[in-house]
């Protein structure tokens, strides 16, 4: 199925450029398991791009970066505490618990982002034995409703975490779409704001495969390398995923299909709603949420594949991504109005 719908940015090809990078590093041997150049290179990039002392492990896929997090910054009697649509909640299949043993406590937002207000009712039980001890506070950037923290607001829920004790995961499956629409740095949206651990991806932004678990305190990730192995994410031809991650910091590729995608769900929104449907989160990256009668969306996945978010309440997720052309969307919208106006 060569249509582009709007499903997912996992369903989108690879960047040529990424391409490229994977085709160059297959020449001759090297050193597996990370002991070659192109992982080398990729970590001391990652160095410059969050301060020298954190300290970076390469991963297949953002669940098992996840999970690499969660696991080296836990105990399996911590909770981590996260919205309930989170992706560690809803669409890792409890992989998080099983192998870190920690229990999963999602809240619910409006918004899929989590304020100190939402957070505190949560932070109870410190101490006593019989529950579960709260220490990992996760959030995602962009969150999986599409929206998008502030440097302030990620502040407010570190400062929380922190003095309680707790450590910060952020994934970060979309950091990037969240780095342009912030137009700040991927360090000033993490490290500065007091994140400990970030699961840094790249898959839904044009690369092949492979995300980096990025430590922003050393001292946390002293365990990290075996976990990471015994939850079978050690590649052991690494450079594949290592050059990968070169080219997509080069020239800023990174940036440019970012913003391409986000420009693209910021298109998709202004024409949809023309069409008289209703958006029911703010579009700051590269997701569209909308509201769209049951009979018209069956018809429209017949022509374009895309998931429903909210069945109770009509609610479907429409996802852009690096490849996404205006016609893809204009097409998407002819064939929209056509089924509005019956």
Excluded at 120 to 129: A, D, I, N, Q, V
Excluded at 284 to 301: K, S, T, Y
Aim: with cysteine.
């Amino acid at each position: 199925m060569n249509k582009r719908g709007f499903a997912s940015d996992n369903n989108s090809g690879i960047h040529p450029e990424i391409l490229k990078a994977i085709e160059k590093a297959n020449s001759g041997h090297t050193t597996g398991y990370g002991g070659d150049i192109y992982t080398e290179q990729a970590t001391e990039k990652f160095r410059d791009l969050f301060g020298n002392d954190t300290d970076v492990y390469f991963c297949f896929n953002g669940t098992g970066a996840n999970v690499l997090s969660i696991n080296t910054l836990a105990r399996s009697f911590h909770s981590v505490l996260c919205p309930a649509t989170a992706h560690i909640n809803v669409d890792e299949c409890g992989a998080p618990e099983k192998i870190s043993g920690s229990k999963i406590i999602g809240i619910d937002t409006p918004d899929g982002k989590l304020t100190p207000e939402l957070v505190k009712p949560h932070l109870h039980g410190f101490g006593f034995e019989h529950h579960s001890q709260p220490g990992i506070l996760s959030i995602s950037q962009a969150t999986e409703m599409g929206t998008i923290y502030k440097p302030d607001e990620l502040s407010a829920l570190t400062k929380l975490a922190h003095d309680h004790n707790m450590y910060v995961h952020m994934d970060g499956a979309r950091i990037a779409n969240a780095a342009v629409s912030l137009n700040l740095s991927f360090r000033e949206i993490s490290r500065d704001v007091g994140i400990d651990a970030l699961s840094f991806g790249g898959t839904k932004n044009g690369m092949m495969m492979g995300e980096a678990v990025v430590f922003l305190n050393k001292q946390l990730s002293v365990n990290a390398k075996y976990f990471r192995k015994q939850a079978a994410q050690l590649f052991s031809k690494m450079r594949f995923v290592s050059a990968q991650f070169l080219a997509y910091f080069e020239n800023d590729l990174w940036k440019k299909n970012a913003l391409h995608a986000n420009n693209m769900a910021a298109f998709l929104a202004q024409e949809v709603e023309k069409r008289g449907i209703k958006i029911t989160q703010k579009v700051e990256a590269n997701g569209v949420f909308a509201i769209l009668d049951d009979e018209i969306r069956d018809q429209l996945q017949q022509a374009y594949f895309f998931y429903p978010w909210d069945e109770n309440n009509h609610e479907v997720r429409w996802m852009t991504s690096f490849d996404t052309r205006e016609e893809d969307i204009v097409l998407f919208c002819k064939k929209l109005e056509e089924l509005l106006n019956g």
